[in-house]
């Protein structure tokens, strides 16, 4: 009943945010044209449609955005997006959790081609492709887009760079050069990125470097429910340094582009070097022997193809193609000891022929098709060597008569895997369908409909080891079959000039959901779980509220901004594990001339709801504030300053493996400079 009050009294707080909304000089504010409601987004809509035009829940993280975010992985730094959460596994290692789901149900990309490595294979796993050198991030929430297979049933992230230049550079040549340092782990990054015109190529070159520390935390690394489940009593209160919590990374590269009057295609190569610590994965040893930290070394080099051009054939106006091939190998090193390693390399690629547009209808035919080899080798090599095949073949339809609409696609997939446990083939359809309406040109209301299938993965259907990052010794199942999502998502944008507004509902219902459940044994100290399958049901809302309350031209305004969500899990065999509890963002924008401030608060609510071998999580609350000073926002100098954190609260994330293990960095003063020309 408490939860439920507290919950309410939320909710009541974002209903008076978005107050402005029913006022009638909102109302009579004048409203742009609905195609121009916000940035095109370019993941899982070829034919390029904004963002306030469709469906699709998404998120847009642009390069002045980028450019002062915090160092850190993917994960990290889109945690507190609406809907979007982070594993939280230590600084070295986080996927982004998406409406609940992570692992092999969210799909990051690399410029529209998976990453070809190991990282939806564990937790403690790096994503590689990083944050600081992208110029654009894309985020799709749930399973309505269906350019990208069953491995995208929860979402989709797109990491997108300039190392393929589609564009010549300004006056022939830019580039930026970025320096941050930050106080929890005094930790440093740097980053350069430079594109240069010769006729019709353009050469670019970036690279980064960053290195932190072990970082600070509030309280003690164990959390109160952790010591109190082992019949104990915390000892202080005080917080330190989170042991073998370091990250380092080195990322460096270049494109090659040619760009011609109806196009481009390019070639690029990046190298990633990274090493990490693993915070608590020392904790599954005997916990009277000295037990080594545990610390990742991770490298890939990866090679891009990339193009798009014009064509005239029947019904198609350009084709577009990508392709990347990447070698992957990362070692989990127990002290100086170098234990389990873990191989991915292989090849993805897409081609789609875009549509002429006539009389509001557009579209697009593509395929895709990867290949990948995966191997493991050491004491903890729970999967067998594999090799995947996938190929999948779609087309996406809109068609907008201006106040009524409907979009929607058809894809089929098959998968291929090979191992020395055994082979398995599947075949999946998946179709949505999103209709539209624009009672006027300030509003936009759709109901989507979705049927996703996504076949098993490697772990799920061969898995036979102790996995030390999730503490259990896990067993696949080779007689798994697909798992089916049927979704339904209701969607709403408003642009008022000063207010603005986004509404998802969802609800999604999975038939045959894979999930991990306990048997009751134990084996090398560890409890044995199984996957299984089961039904289970997602429900949640995302909402986003934007009142520009003071505006006096350009770059001299106050905003106020609440973002919320939630999202509810339930199985036949109860709740599932690791669903992150409601949240609500409250933010301040200034602008005034070069300077822009803001605060943020932001509050989490406690997970109850807990699953199997989970302990439930306390909520908080954190305060965050930012300044910067930047004459021109588009070129030349930056400087900046941010407060995270600055209550220094305990955050632990729900989402996390090891959330009583390892909270969140404390309080964090973090200094930064950019300059772009």
Not at 39 to 49: A, L, M, R, S
Not at 72 to 88: C, K, Q, Y
Not at 214 to 225: G, K, L
Not at 644 to 649: K, Y
């Amino acid at each position: 009943m408490m939860r439920s009050s507290s919950l309410l009294r939320k909710l009541l707080m974002s209903a008076a945010a978005a107050a402005p909304l029913l006022s009638p000089e909102a109302q009579a504010q004048p409203a742009p044209p609905a195609e121009d409601l916000g940035e095109v987004v370019i993941t899982g809509i070829p034919y390029g449609v904004t963002r306030r035009a469709t469906t699709l829940a998404v998120d847009v993280l642009d390069q002045e955005t980028l450019s002062t975010a915090p160092p850190g992985t993917l994960g990290d730094v889109l945690n507190g997006l609406p809907g979007v959460r982070s594993t939280a596994f230590g600084a070295g290692a986080s996927r982004p959790v998406i409406r609940g789901m992570a692992g092999p149900r969210v799909l990051v990309l690399s410029n529209g081609v998976g990453l070809i490595d190991a990282s939806g294979l564990s937790p403690d796993h790096q994503v590689a492709a990083d944050p600081g050198d992208a110029s654009r991030i894309e985020v799709l929430r749930g399973p309505s887009t269906l350019a990208y297979g069953g491995t995208a049933i929860g979402g989709v992230v797109n990491v997108i760079d300039n190392r393929i230049a589609s564009e010549r550079p300004v006056d022939g040549l830019e580039g930026g050069l970025s320096v941050q340092s930050t106080s929890v782990d005094a930790g440093w990054s740097t980053s350069a990125d430079l594109s240069a015109a010769f006729g019709p190529f353009v050469v670019s070159l970036e690279g980064q470097r960053r290195e932190a520390g072990d970082y600070a935390i509030p309280r003690p690394a164990e959390s109160r429910r952790q010591v109190e489940a082992e019949g104990e009593t915390l000892e202080t209160l005080q917080g330190g340094e989170l042991e073998n919590s370091f990250s380092n990374l080195s990322v460096y590269g270049g494109g090659l582009s040619w760009i011609g009057p109806e196009g481009f295609v390019g070639l690029s190569i990046r190298h990633t070097d990274a090493d990490y610590g693993v915070p608590g994965h020392e904790a599954h040893h005997d916990p009277d022997a000295d037990a080594a930290l545990v610390t990742i070394g991770l490298e890939q080099t990866r090679y891009d193809l990339r193009g798009e051009w014009g064509l005239s054939v029947g019904p198609f106006e350009r084709i577009r193609f990508s392709g990347g091939y990447a070698d992957y190998e990362h070692t989990e090193f127990e002290g100086d000891e170098a234990g389990t390693q873990f191989r991915s390399d292989g090849w993805e690629g897409r081609a789609e022929l875009i549509q002429r547009p006539v009389d509001g209808w557009r579209g697009a035919f593509g395929i895709q098709a990867l290949r990948r080899d995966l191997d493991a080798i050491g004491d903890e090599a729970y999967v067998p060597q594999t090799r995947i095949s996938e190929a999948g073949i779609y087309t996406l339809q809109r068609l907008d008569s201006g106040r009524f609409g409907l979009e929607g696609g058809l894809r089929y997939d098959s998968r291929h895997l090979e191992s020395l446990a055994g082979a398995r083939d599947f075949q999946n359809v998946s179709a949505s369908l999103g209709l539209f309406y624009r009672p006027t040109r300030a509003w936009f209301v759709g109901l989507s409909l979705a049927s996703n299938g996504r076949a098993p993965t490697e772990a799920e259907l061969f898995a036979d080891g102790p996995h030390a990052a999730t503490r259990s010794f896990e067993i696949g199942s080779a007689d798994l079959g697909s798992e089916r999502a049927t979704s339904v998502e209701g969607t709403l944008h408003l642009d008022l000039g000063s207010v603005t507004a986004d509404l998802h509902l969802y609800h999604a219902r999975y038939d045959g959901f894979i999930d991990l459940a306990p048997t009751g044994a134990e084996e090398d100290g560890l409890p044995v779980l199984s996957y299984v399958q089961t039904d289970a049901t997602f429900s949640g809302f995302e909402a986003q509220v934007a009142w520009r309350v003071w505006d006096a031209g350009e770059r001299r305004t106050f905003s106020l901004e609440t973002t919320a969500d939630s999202v509810r899990a339930t199985t036949d065999l109860g709740p599932p594990a690791r669903i992150p509890p409601w949240s609500i963002n409250v933010r301040g924008v200034l602008e005034f001339d070069a300077w822009t401030g803001r605060i943020d608060l932001r509050e989490v609510g406690e997970q109850d709801l807990a699953g199997a071998f989970e302990l439930p999580t306390d909520g908080y609350t954190t305060l965050n504030a930012f300044v910067s000073w930047a004459p021109d926002p588009d070129r030349g100098l930056r400087l900046y300053a941010e407060a995270r954190n600055l209550n220094d609260a305990e955050i632990r994330e729900h989402a996390s493996f090891l959330k009583d293990l390892a909270p969140s960095p404390g309080r964090n003063i973090r200094l930064g400079v950019n300059y772009r020309f």
